[in-house]
Protein backbone atom coordinates (compact mmCIF):
# COMPACT_ATOMS: atom_id res chain seq x y z
CA UNK A 1 0.00 0.00 0.00
CA UNK A 2 1.34 3.27 -1.03
CA UNK A 3 1.77 6.37 1.53
CA UNK A 4 -0.92 8.04 0.66
CA UNK A 5 -3.19 4.66 0.91
CA UNK A 6 -2.00 3.96 4.13
CA UNK A 7 -2.75 8.04 5.45
CA UNK A 8 -6.21 7.28 3.57
CA UNK A 9 -6.38 4.10 6.01
CA UNK A 10 -5.51 5.80 8.93
CA UNK A 11 -8.15 8.92 8.24
CA UNK A 12 -11.00 6.71 7.55
CA UNK A 13 -10.91 4.94 10.98
CA UNK A 14 -10.59 8.27 12.97
CA UNK A 15 -14.10 8.57 12.75
CA UNK A 16 -14.52 4.88 14.37
CA UNK A 17 -16.44 4.48 17.73
CA UNK A 18 -17.45 7.98 17.21
CA UNK A 19 -21.63 8.22 17.17
CA UNK A 20 -22.53 9.22 13.60
CA UNK A 21 -24.75 11.99 14.45
CA UNK A 22 -22.43 13.89 16.14
CA UNK A 23 -19.26 12.49 14.53
CA UNK A 24 -20.24 16.38 12.64
CA UNK A 25 -21.05 18.11 15.46
CA UNK A 26 -18.52 20.78 16.38
CA UNK A 27 -19.92 21.44 20.03
CA UNK A 28 -20.07 17.96 20.98
CA UNK A 29 -16.29 17.24 19.34
CA UNK A 30 -14.96 20.35 21.14
CA UNK A 31 -16.71 19.69 24.27
CA UNK A 32 -15.37 15.89 24.10
CA UNK A 33 -11.86 17.30 23.47
CA UNK A 34 -12.09 19.65 26.07
CA UNK A 35 -13.19 16.90 28.77
CA UNK A 36 -10.69 14.27 27.65
CA UNK A 37 -8.03 17.45 28.03
CA UNK A 38 -9.27 18.46 31.51
CA UNK A 39 -9.37 15.07 33.08
CA UNK A 40 -5.83 14.34 31.99
CA UNK A 41 -4.62 17.86 32.92
CA UNK A 42 -5.90 17.25 36.30
CA UNK A 43 -3.06 14.61 37.07
CA UNK A 44 -0.37 17.03 35.93
CA UNK A 45 -1.82 19.64 38.67
CA UNK A 46 -1.53 17.57 41.76
CA UNK A 47 0.52 19.59 43.52
CA UNK A 48 -1.14 22.64 42.56
CA UNK A 49 -4.05 23.27 44.94
CA UNK A 50 -7.00 24.68 42.70
CA UNK A 51 -5.50 22.69 39.88
CA UNK A 52 -5.45 23.56 35.91
CA UNK A 53 -6.57 27.12 36.13
CA UNK A 54 -3.95 27.70 39.69
CA UNK A 55 -1.41 26.60 37.54
CA UNK A 56 -2.09 29.24 34.97
CA UNK A 57 -2.20 31.95 38.00
CA UNK A 58 1.03 30.16 39.16
CA UNK A 59 2.97 30.86 35.94
CA UNK A 60 2.01 34.47 35.98
CA UNK A 61 3.49 34.84 38.88
CA UNK A 62 6.64 32.73 38.10
CA UNK A 63 7.04 34.73 34.66
CA UNK A 64 6.58 37.91 36.69
CA UNK A 65 3.33 38.60 35.13
CA UNK A 66 1.73 38.87 38.47
CA UNK A 67 1.48 43.01 38.49
CA UNK A 68 -2.18 42.63 39.47
CA UNK A 69 -4.26 39.99 41.01
CA UNK A 70 -7.41 41.51 38.77
CA UNK A 71 -5.61 41.94 35.51
CA UNK A 72 -4.52 38.00 36.09
CA UNK A 73 -7.69 37.09 36.50
CA UNK A 74 -9.10 39.05 33.64
CA UNK A 75 -6.27 37.53 31.25
CA UNK A 76 -7.40 34.06 32.41
CA UNK A 77 -11.24 34.81 32.31
CA UNK A 78 -10.88 33.65 36.41
CA UNK A 79 -13.91 35.61 38.14
CA UNK A 80 -12.64 37.41 40.87
CA UNK A 81 -14.16 35.54 43.43
CA UNK A 82 -12.67 32.56 42.13
CA UNK A 83 -9.35 34.25 41.64
CA UNK A 84 -9.21 35.37 45.07
CA UNK A 85 -10.18 31.92 46.46
CA UNK A 86 -7.24 30.54 44.28
CA UNK A 87 -4.66 33.16 45.35
CA UNK A 88 -5.29 31.88 48.80
CA UNK A 89 -5.00 28.03 48.31
CA UNK A 90 -1.50 28.99 46.09
CA UNK A 91 -0.45 31.51 49.60
CA UNK A 92 -1.59 29.03 52.17
CA UNK A 93 0.42 26.08 50.23
CA UNK A 94 3.78 28.71 49.88
CA UNK A 95 3.79 29.73 46.49
CA UNK A 96 3.11 33.07 45.85
CA UNK A 97 2.90 35.90 48.22
CA UNK A 98 0.82 38.74 47.78
CA UNK A 99 2.72 42.39 47.83
CA UNK A 100 1.34 45.78 48.19
CA UNK A 101 2.05 47.18 44.50
CA UNK A 102 4.04 50.19 45.27
CA UNK A 103 2.57 52.32 42.42
CA UNK A 104 -0.79 51.37 44.02
CA UNK A 105 -1.21 50.57 47.54
CA UNK A 106 -5.02 48.85 46.96
CA UNK A 107 -3.53 46.50 44.55
CA UNK A 108 -1.85 43.40 45.45
CA UNK A 109 1.56 41.99 43.11
CA UNK A 110 1.19 38.28 43.00
CA UNK A 111 4.93 36.88 43.19
CA UNK A 112 6.08 33.25 43.25
CA UNK A 113 8.26 31.72 45.98
CA UNK A 114 11.32 29.71 44.99
CA UNK A 115 9.39 26.34 45.98
CA UNK A 116 5.78 28.10 43.89
CA UNK A 117 8.99 28.26 40.93
CA UNK A 118 9.62 24.78 41.60
CA UNK A 119 6.32 23.06 41.94
CA UNK A 120 5.27 25.17 38.43
CA UNK A 121 8.08 23.77 36.74
CA UNK A 122 7.52 19.94 37.79
CA UNK A 123 3.62 20.82 36.66
CA UNK A 124 4.30 22.44 33.28
CA UNK A 125 6.97 19.30 32.49
CA UNK A 126 4.00 17.01 33.28
CA UNK A 127 1.11 19.33 31.43
CA UNK A 128 3.40 18.96 28.43
CA UNK A 129 3.38 15.03 28.53
CA UNK A 130 -0.68 15.30 28.92
CA UNK A 131 -0.68 17.57 25.73
CA UNK A 132 1.35 14.91 23.78
CA UNK A 133 -1.34 12.07 25.02
CA UNK A 134 -3.88 14.30 23.98
CA UNK A 135 -2.79 15.05 20.71
CA UNK A 136 -1.20 10.87 20.12
CA UNK A 137 -3.73 10.83 17.59
CA UNK A 138 -2.20 13.19 15.01
CA UNK A 139 1.18 13.27 13.53
CA UNK A 140 3.85 15.75 14.25
CA UNK A 141 3.18 17.95 11.91
CA UNK A 142 -0.84 17.98 12.29
CA UNK A 143 -0.41 18.39 15.87
CA UNK A 144 1.70 22.24 15.08
CA UNK A 145 -1.56 22.98 12.60
CA UNK A 146 -3.55 21.86 15.18
CA UNK A 147 -2.12 24.26 17.19
CA UNK A 148 -1.75 26.82 14.95
CA UNK A 149 -5.35 26.48 13.72
CA UNK A 150 -6.73 26.78 17.53
CA UNK A 151 -4.71 30.01 18.40
CA UNK A 152 -6.58 31.88 15.56
CA UNK A 153 -9.70 30.36 16.37
CA UNK A 154 -9.25 31.54 20.25
CA UNK A 155 -7.54 34.79 19.10
CA UNK A 156 -10.94 35.66 17.20
CA UNK A 157 -13.20 34.67 19.74
CA UNK A 158 -11.36 36.35 22.15
CA UNK A 159 -11.69 39.41 19.93
CA UNK A 160 -15.72 39.17 19.36
CA UNK A 161 -16.18 38.02 23.16
CA UNK A 162 -18.45 35.00 23.13
CA UNK A 163 -20.32 35.76 26.25
CA UNK A 164 -22.09 38.12 24.92
CA UNK A 165 -24.08 35.34 23.06
CA UNK A 166 -26.24 37.11 20.88
CA UNK A 167 -24.30 39.86 19.43
CA UNK A 168 -21.44 37.25 18.93
CA UNK A 169 -23.97 35.34 17.18
CA UNK A 170 -25.26 38.39 15.11
CA UNK A 171 -21.36 39.47 14.73
CA UNK A 172 -21.12 36.20 12.69
CA UNK A 173 -23.88 36.81 10.54
CA UNK A 174 -23.05 39.76 9.56
CA UNK A 175 -19.32 38.31 8.71
CA UNK A 176 -20.64 35.66 6.77
CA UNK A 177 -23.24 37.83 4.71
CA UNK A 178 -20.55 40.24 4.00
CA UNK A 179 -18.22 37.06 2.60
CA UNK A 180 -21.13 35.91 0.13
CA UNK A 181 -21.91 39.61 -0.64
CA UNK A 182 -25.78 38.82 0.38
CA UNK A 183 -26.27 41.87 2.37
CA UNK A 184 -28.36 39.96 4.95
CA UNK A 185 -31.80 38.32 5.23
CA UNK A 186 -33.37 41.21 3.97
CA UNK A 187 -31.13 41.16 0.85
CA UNK A 188 -32.65 37.45 -0.32
CA UNK A 189 -36.30 38.61 -0.13
Known amino acids: MSDAGASAAVHG ?3 EGLPEDLGHDLGWLMGQAQYGYLEAAASA ?9 ALQVLGAAVEGEGRNQIEVARRFGIDRTVMVRLVDELERDGLVLRQPDPADRRARILVATERG ?16 HVLAALEPAEREEFVRLLRRIVARLVDVDPTHGA ?3 EIARQQIDAREGTGGPAATG
Open 117 to 132: ALVHTAAQQQRLLVDQ
Open 167 to 169: AAC
Open 45 to 53: CTQVPGGLR
Open 13 to 15: AEA
